[in-house]
């Protein structure tokens, strides 16, 4: 018998085959990709970073909710004028309002918990409660409550229930050590709910730029400028202040909106993630001065802190270790933290789930008692319920009168002369010039305006007319520019450019025409 051989074409399709040398390269590069938004998504890690956004973040929305509590009754309760968001899209009934001793019972929770949270008490339950109470109470009320840092709050709050922000620098973390079963849990939890909040911060600044790019008011500075003045929010002299440079907030407005598209890209690492943080800090920094915003910025200044990896939260976590241990060496006072005694059994049982539930039910029924005492409708004075008093004829009057028309004044927002347009808008505003000069008269309107006769006429000294420069002002424009060239017939004097509105005299600037 024969022995069979096979062929060499055979013996290698029977042999295995190295998967190194049939990788194609567009296969490893897929592969490459894959192992590394694995790492970047489930790489595990001591969550410094979200342990400090759980202790700052609370305290920021506190400085917005502390305040709301002494008005429950009136914002979010069936006693009172509550406004919830869902009658507004057609769904009556979809949550409960609350009558007003359940509203003040779970508002009192919510502000509990917020303290409790960031202090790392039952830390996930805390985060859960505020997850559930705090937008309930925006919705409840969407004319003051309901903002845009509630819903980013929320979007947060869910990822921060998700992670594991209790495992350092809180009570939870202090009380396991008194376990010894839990001597051996490790601290590292997965980094992913850290990377989507990162993520959702540059995507909320890049879809706050794609908005913008859609109004052309906001390029031009006018829907910044009118801002400015305002104190929709709180009292920003800075603000006002800044609105008389038209051409900084134009530049301000293409700096902010150039980072908000560059945020996502450039925040990761390196330089990029300096200059774009830095930014950043600014920005909101400059939120709170210019436009009187407060609880915003604060939310996205605790929110920065989820860039800060492993590795530099631990050095700056050493250094403020150091810096205390050199302060407190001259009392004498401080021992290393591996000397410090850990907590005993019996605190565990004492901050446990059960305490946590007592304590909170009793600052709520203690938080009910005492908003009731405050009778805030005076139902228990002795003139009885409060009342609302009937406007006198002559207010009343006065607000149901129809007879007053929209002066063309009244429309004028600015009027400067200058020579310089920046984004449309008028740079520098002076009043001497030269021969040769282009003059820019330049008026802003205050919208909503209807399509408008304006004139700029050039007046000498006496106030004769000697050149007239009209055009349509359409509703939809902001401002409208005439430009006077100054020529050599002119002689060096005083003059004047009157802005008339359907032939009546607005406003004049008087300006100086040298040799």
Known sequence: MTEATSSPAAQSSDQPTDPVVSRSPVYAAEESLLVKLEAFFYARETPYAMALLRILLPWALMVAALPRWFHVRELFSSDGAAAPLWESFGHPGLLPILSPALAVAGYTLLICCLVTMSLGWQTRLSTIVVLVLYPYFGLADALSTMTKYTVVATHILLLLACSGCG????????????????????????????????????LIYLSAAATKMHTPEYFSGDQLSFWLLSNVNLANPVGE???????????????????????????????????????????????????GLIVFPLMFMALYL????????????????????????????????????GPSPSMSTLFGLPAFG???????????????????????????????????????????????????VDVVFSYDVGTVLVGGVLADRRRQFHHGDTV????????????????????????????????????????????????????????????????????????????
């Open 167 to 202: 495992r350092v620098w809180s009570i939870d973390a202090w009380l396991r050590q008194s376990n010894p079963s839990n001597a051996v849990v490790s601290t590292r939890c997965p980094v992913w709910p850290r990377r989507l909040i990162q993520l959702l911060i540059g």
């Open 241 to 291: 202040y800044l609105s008389l440079f038209p051409a900084v907030v134009v530049a301000m407005s293409y700096i902010s909106i150039v980072w908000e598209i560059m945020f996502i890209f450039l925040a990761w690492k390196g330089v990029g993630r300096v200059i774009m943080l830095t930014i950043g800090l600014v920005f909101h920094a400059m939120t709170y001065f210019t436009l």
């Open 306 to 341: 989820t860039f800060l990896e492993e590795r530099e939260a631990r050095a700056i976590g050493q250094w403020f270790q150091d810096t205390w241990l050199r302060i407190s060496s001259y009392w004498n006072t401080s021992r290393p933290i591996a000397s410090r005694p």
């Open 358 to 408: 007592s304590i909170l039910a009793a600052i709520a029924f203690l938080a009910v008692e005492a908003e009731a005492r405050m009778d805030v409708y005076g139902e228990h004075q002795p003139a009885g319920r409060k009342a609302l008093r009937p406007l006198g004829p002559q207010r009343a009057a006065e607000l149901l009168r129809n007879d007053i028309s929209v002066r063309p």
């Open 440 to 515: 820019l008269a330049q008026c802003s309107f205050v919208p909503p305006h209807e399509d408008l006769w304006v004139e700029v006429n050039l007046h000498d000294s006496s106030d004769h007319l000697i050149e007239r420069n009209g055009m349509v002002a359409a509703r939809e424009q902001m401002r409208t520019t005439v430009h006077y060239e100054l020529r050599e017939s002119l002689q060096p004097g005083t003059y004047a450019l009157v802005l008339r509105i359907h032939g009546r005299e607005i406003a004049r600037r008087v300006i100086e025409l040298r040799p």
